[in-house]
């Protein structure tokens, strides 16, 4: 077995994982708030790499710089989402909310596909083709900024959620939204925050997609989602870390499913595993009661 | 008591007049396409009767085209290996995906509702999976092998007997589902579906019986899919795809949750909807329709089409009495 090998997957993992984690953190970000299932975050995923690769075609710049663009398109997209189909039906059941999911399936994946085709299309980095050799292995630059990028992302959110006065009361409504409401905080101010947040951190997982090269087409949205979901139950609900921890594991395993077993295991082993870990433990690795 | 046997009256009146239109249908139209939509129609309706069976039972499956899709792969080697017809293994191969149902229900019956989503889900990809891997020498991977057709094409109309043959076989997944429904099983879904502790203290094993109800539903979805394979004539990994997962369910959202009718409104309506649509030429504006009237359901009509003539009663009801005593609070 060549170590240089084993390093290369190791290290497409973390870069595979960083969209993952971003995509996680901002479901977790959400359930931890409202408490919905939202199976249709990959869509806001696809909505983000769009919009980053339109505005890309148009107008060239630093697709890194659009990444800010497409996140606040996505702020605005993910509230009028939260406003219209989540709200009317908070706290009538997780199956409702699966099922206006799939509603909202239908409705972007196809809305997208008319504005944009539905063919699969690429975009290309201004950094393509520069690499960095580290050790035994030759890195493109992108995968490094893409990871920093994400590190910063992460920061970011955790300076948000710790030292701002809105970060101070969305923790404080996930971890009691009746208390919250007692102590004079507007949940539902909050509710749609954390839910335009959490579809921001989408759309920089959607633009990180897109710079680095891979294709993207209007359906690519739904795999990545439900594996950000599987994280999350894998990493525990509402834990950051665990979403963290979850999605580079994820994004190795799967970098090595398709390495040694062929590239069509890659989807397959993700679910592989979130069922043996829900065999042994029904409420996920770190979950308290799973609800 | 009197209102209730009204409609149950009703409901006879209507059941009747569905099946006197389905069966005179062919005639009426006289149309191939439209034969074969109807055809498909049908196909659906057992279909997404299977799902709301295992919902019926509190579980709802984000993968239920696994099971539709192995019926129809097992029917199809089981009839192309053995020679035996069609309307023989159709059965066989439901079998098969019953069984795998009882498999993954094993994993399940622990879980919440929202993680067995996820593992429905997950588990079709898996099986998609292992149809163009491991088991590619016999399925033919992705590009898929032909499966007998239910009559032979040389039969003079064998459209019309395959259109009755489904609808004889539809009729009769639906009588078995209503049976399963009224009978204590039925009850036992409904109990665990509600309160598992309670249920419990009833003295209702809530494992077996959601283990039943996957068994069951898997056979359902198992019956529907050979059908609808037979009836093409051709079977690709496609079948496992998330599209096929998540018609039944729209159907079934549609029309109405944990009901009998309810699949059957739902596909009936959406499918006039679909193929009335497809008129304009619109390939993604179909969906973005169906997307929109699908929230649309949920939000203001939580318990789907069938609900609709009562709401609409009380509504009248309500308006009537407006002006002249404040209306009784119902539910």
């Given at each position: 077995m060549d170590i240089g090998i084993l390093l290369q997957i190791l290290f497409w993992g973390i870069y595979a994982g960083c969209i993952y984690i971003l995509l996680a953190t901002g479901l977790n970000l959400i359930f931890g708030v409202m408490k919905i299932v939202n199976f249709a975050h990959g869509e806001f995923l696809m909505i983000g790499a769009y919009i980053t690769a339109t505005i890309f075609y148009f107008t060239g710049i630093n697709p890194y710089v659009i990444i800010l663009f497409s996140m606040l398109a996505l702020?605005?997209?993910?509230?009028v989402v939260e406003r219209l189909c989540f709200r009317p039906i908070l706290g009538t059941g997780k199956l409702n909310e699966i099922f206006i999911s799939?509603?909202?399936m239908y409705i972007i994946q196809n809305g997208a596909a008319v504005i944009w085709g539905d063919e699969w299309q690429s975009v290309k980095s201004p950094y393509e083709g520069i690499?960095?050799?580290?050790?035994?292995?030759?890195?493109?630059?992108?995968?490094?900024?893409?990871?920093?990028?994400?590190?910063a992302i992460l920061c970011g959110l955790y300076l948000f959620l710790r030292e701002t006065k809105t970060g101070r009361e969305m923790r404080a409504t996930s971890q009691n939204r009746k208390g919250a409401m007692l102590v004079g905080i507007n949940v539902e101010r909050i509710d749609v925050l954390s839910f335009g947040i959490g579809c921001a951190l989408a759309a920089a997982a959607g633009t990180l997609w897109v710079v680095s090269g891979q294709v993207f087409n209007p359906y690519m949205g739904s795999i990545p989602a439900v594996k950000a979901f599987a994280i999350i139950i894998l990493g525990g609900l509402g834990s950051i870390p665990g979403a963290i921890i979850g999605g580079l594991l994820y994004g190795i395993a799967e970098n090595g499913a398709a390495y040694f077993l062929g590239g069509v295991w890659?989807?397959?082993?993700?679910?592989?595993i979130l069922i043996i870990v829900l065999v042994i433990r029904p409420t996920g690795l770190f979950g308290e009661s799973g609800e | 008591m009197g209102t209730n046997l009204k409609k149950d009256a009703w409901m006879r009146f209507i059941t009747i007049g569905v099946i006197a239109i389905a069966v005179v249908a062919p005639f009426i139209l006289y149309n191939l396409y439209l034969l074969n939509v109807l055809s498909l129609m049908l196909i659906f309706i057992i279909f997404a009767s299977a799902w709301n069976l295992l919902a019926y039972s509190g579980q709802g499956s984000l993968g239920h085209a696994a099971f539709f899709g192995i019926g129809a792969y097992a029917s199809t080697l089981i009839a192309v290996k053995s020679g035996i017809s069609p309307y023989v293994t159709i059965f066989l191969g439901a079998a098969v995906a019953a069984f795998v149902g009882v498999l993954i229900g094993l994993t399940c019956v622990r879980l919440k509702e929202w993680f067995l989503a996820m593992v429905t889900f997950g588990f079709a990809i898996i099986v998609q999976t292992i149809t163009v891997s491991i088991l590619t020498p016999v399925t033919?991977?992705?590009?898929?092998?032909?499966?007998?057709?239910?009559?032979?094409p040389d039969i003079m109309g064998y459209q019309l007997i395959e259109y009755y043959s489904i609808l004889i076989i539809t009729i009769a997944s639906i009588v078995f589902i209503w049976y399963i429904m009224k009978s204590r099983i039925g009850l036992a879904f409904s109990a665990i579906r509600e309160n598992e502790l309670e249920a419990r203290a009833a003295g209702v094993d809530p494992v077996r019986y959601r283990l039943l109800a996957f068994a069951l539903s898997a056979y359902i979805a198992g019956i529907a899919g050979a059908l609808e394979i037979h009836h093409i004539g051709y079977i690709t990994p496609e079948i496992f795809g998330v599209d096929l997962s998540f018609w039944p369910i729209t159907y079934v959202i549609f029309g109405g949750l944990g009901t009998l009718a309810g699949p059957i409104v739902g596909t009936i309506v959406l499918t006039i909807i679909w193929d009335g649509l497809k008129m304009f030429n619109l390939t993604f504006g179909r969906y973005i329709i169906v997307g929109v009237l699908l929230i649309l359901v949920i939000i203001f009509l939580p318990k789907g089409l069938v609900d609709l003539p009562d709401r609409l009663q009380r509504w009248w009801k309500g308006r009537k009495q407006k002006y002249a005593a404040p209306a009784p609070v119902k539910e």
């Open positions: 702020i605005a997209i993910g509230a799939i509603g909202l690499t960095v050799p580290l050790g035994p292995l030759t890195i493109p630059l992108d995968y490094i900024i893409i990871m920093v990028v994400t590190a890659k989807d397959a082993i993700s679910f592989i | 033919g991977g992705w590009d898929g092998i032909a499966s007998p057709r239910l009559l032979s």
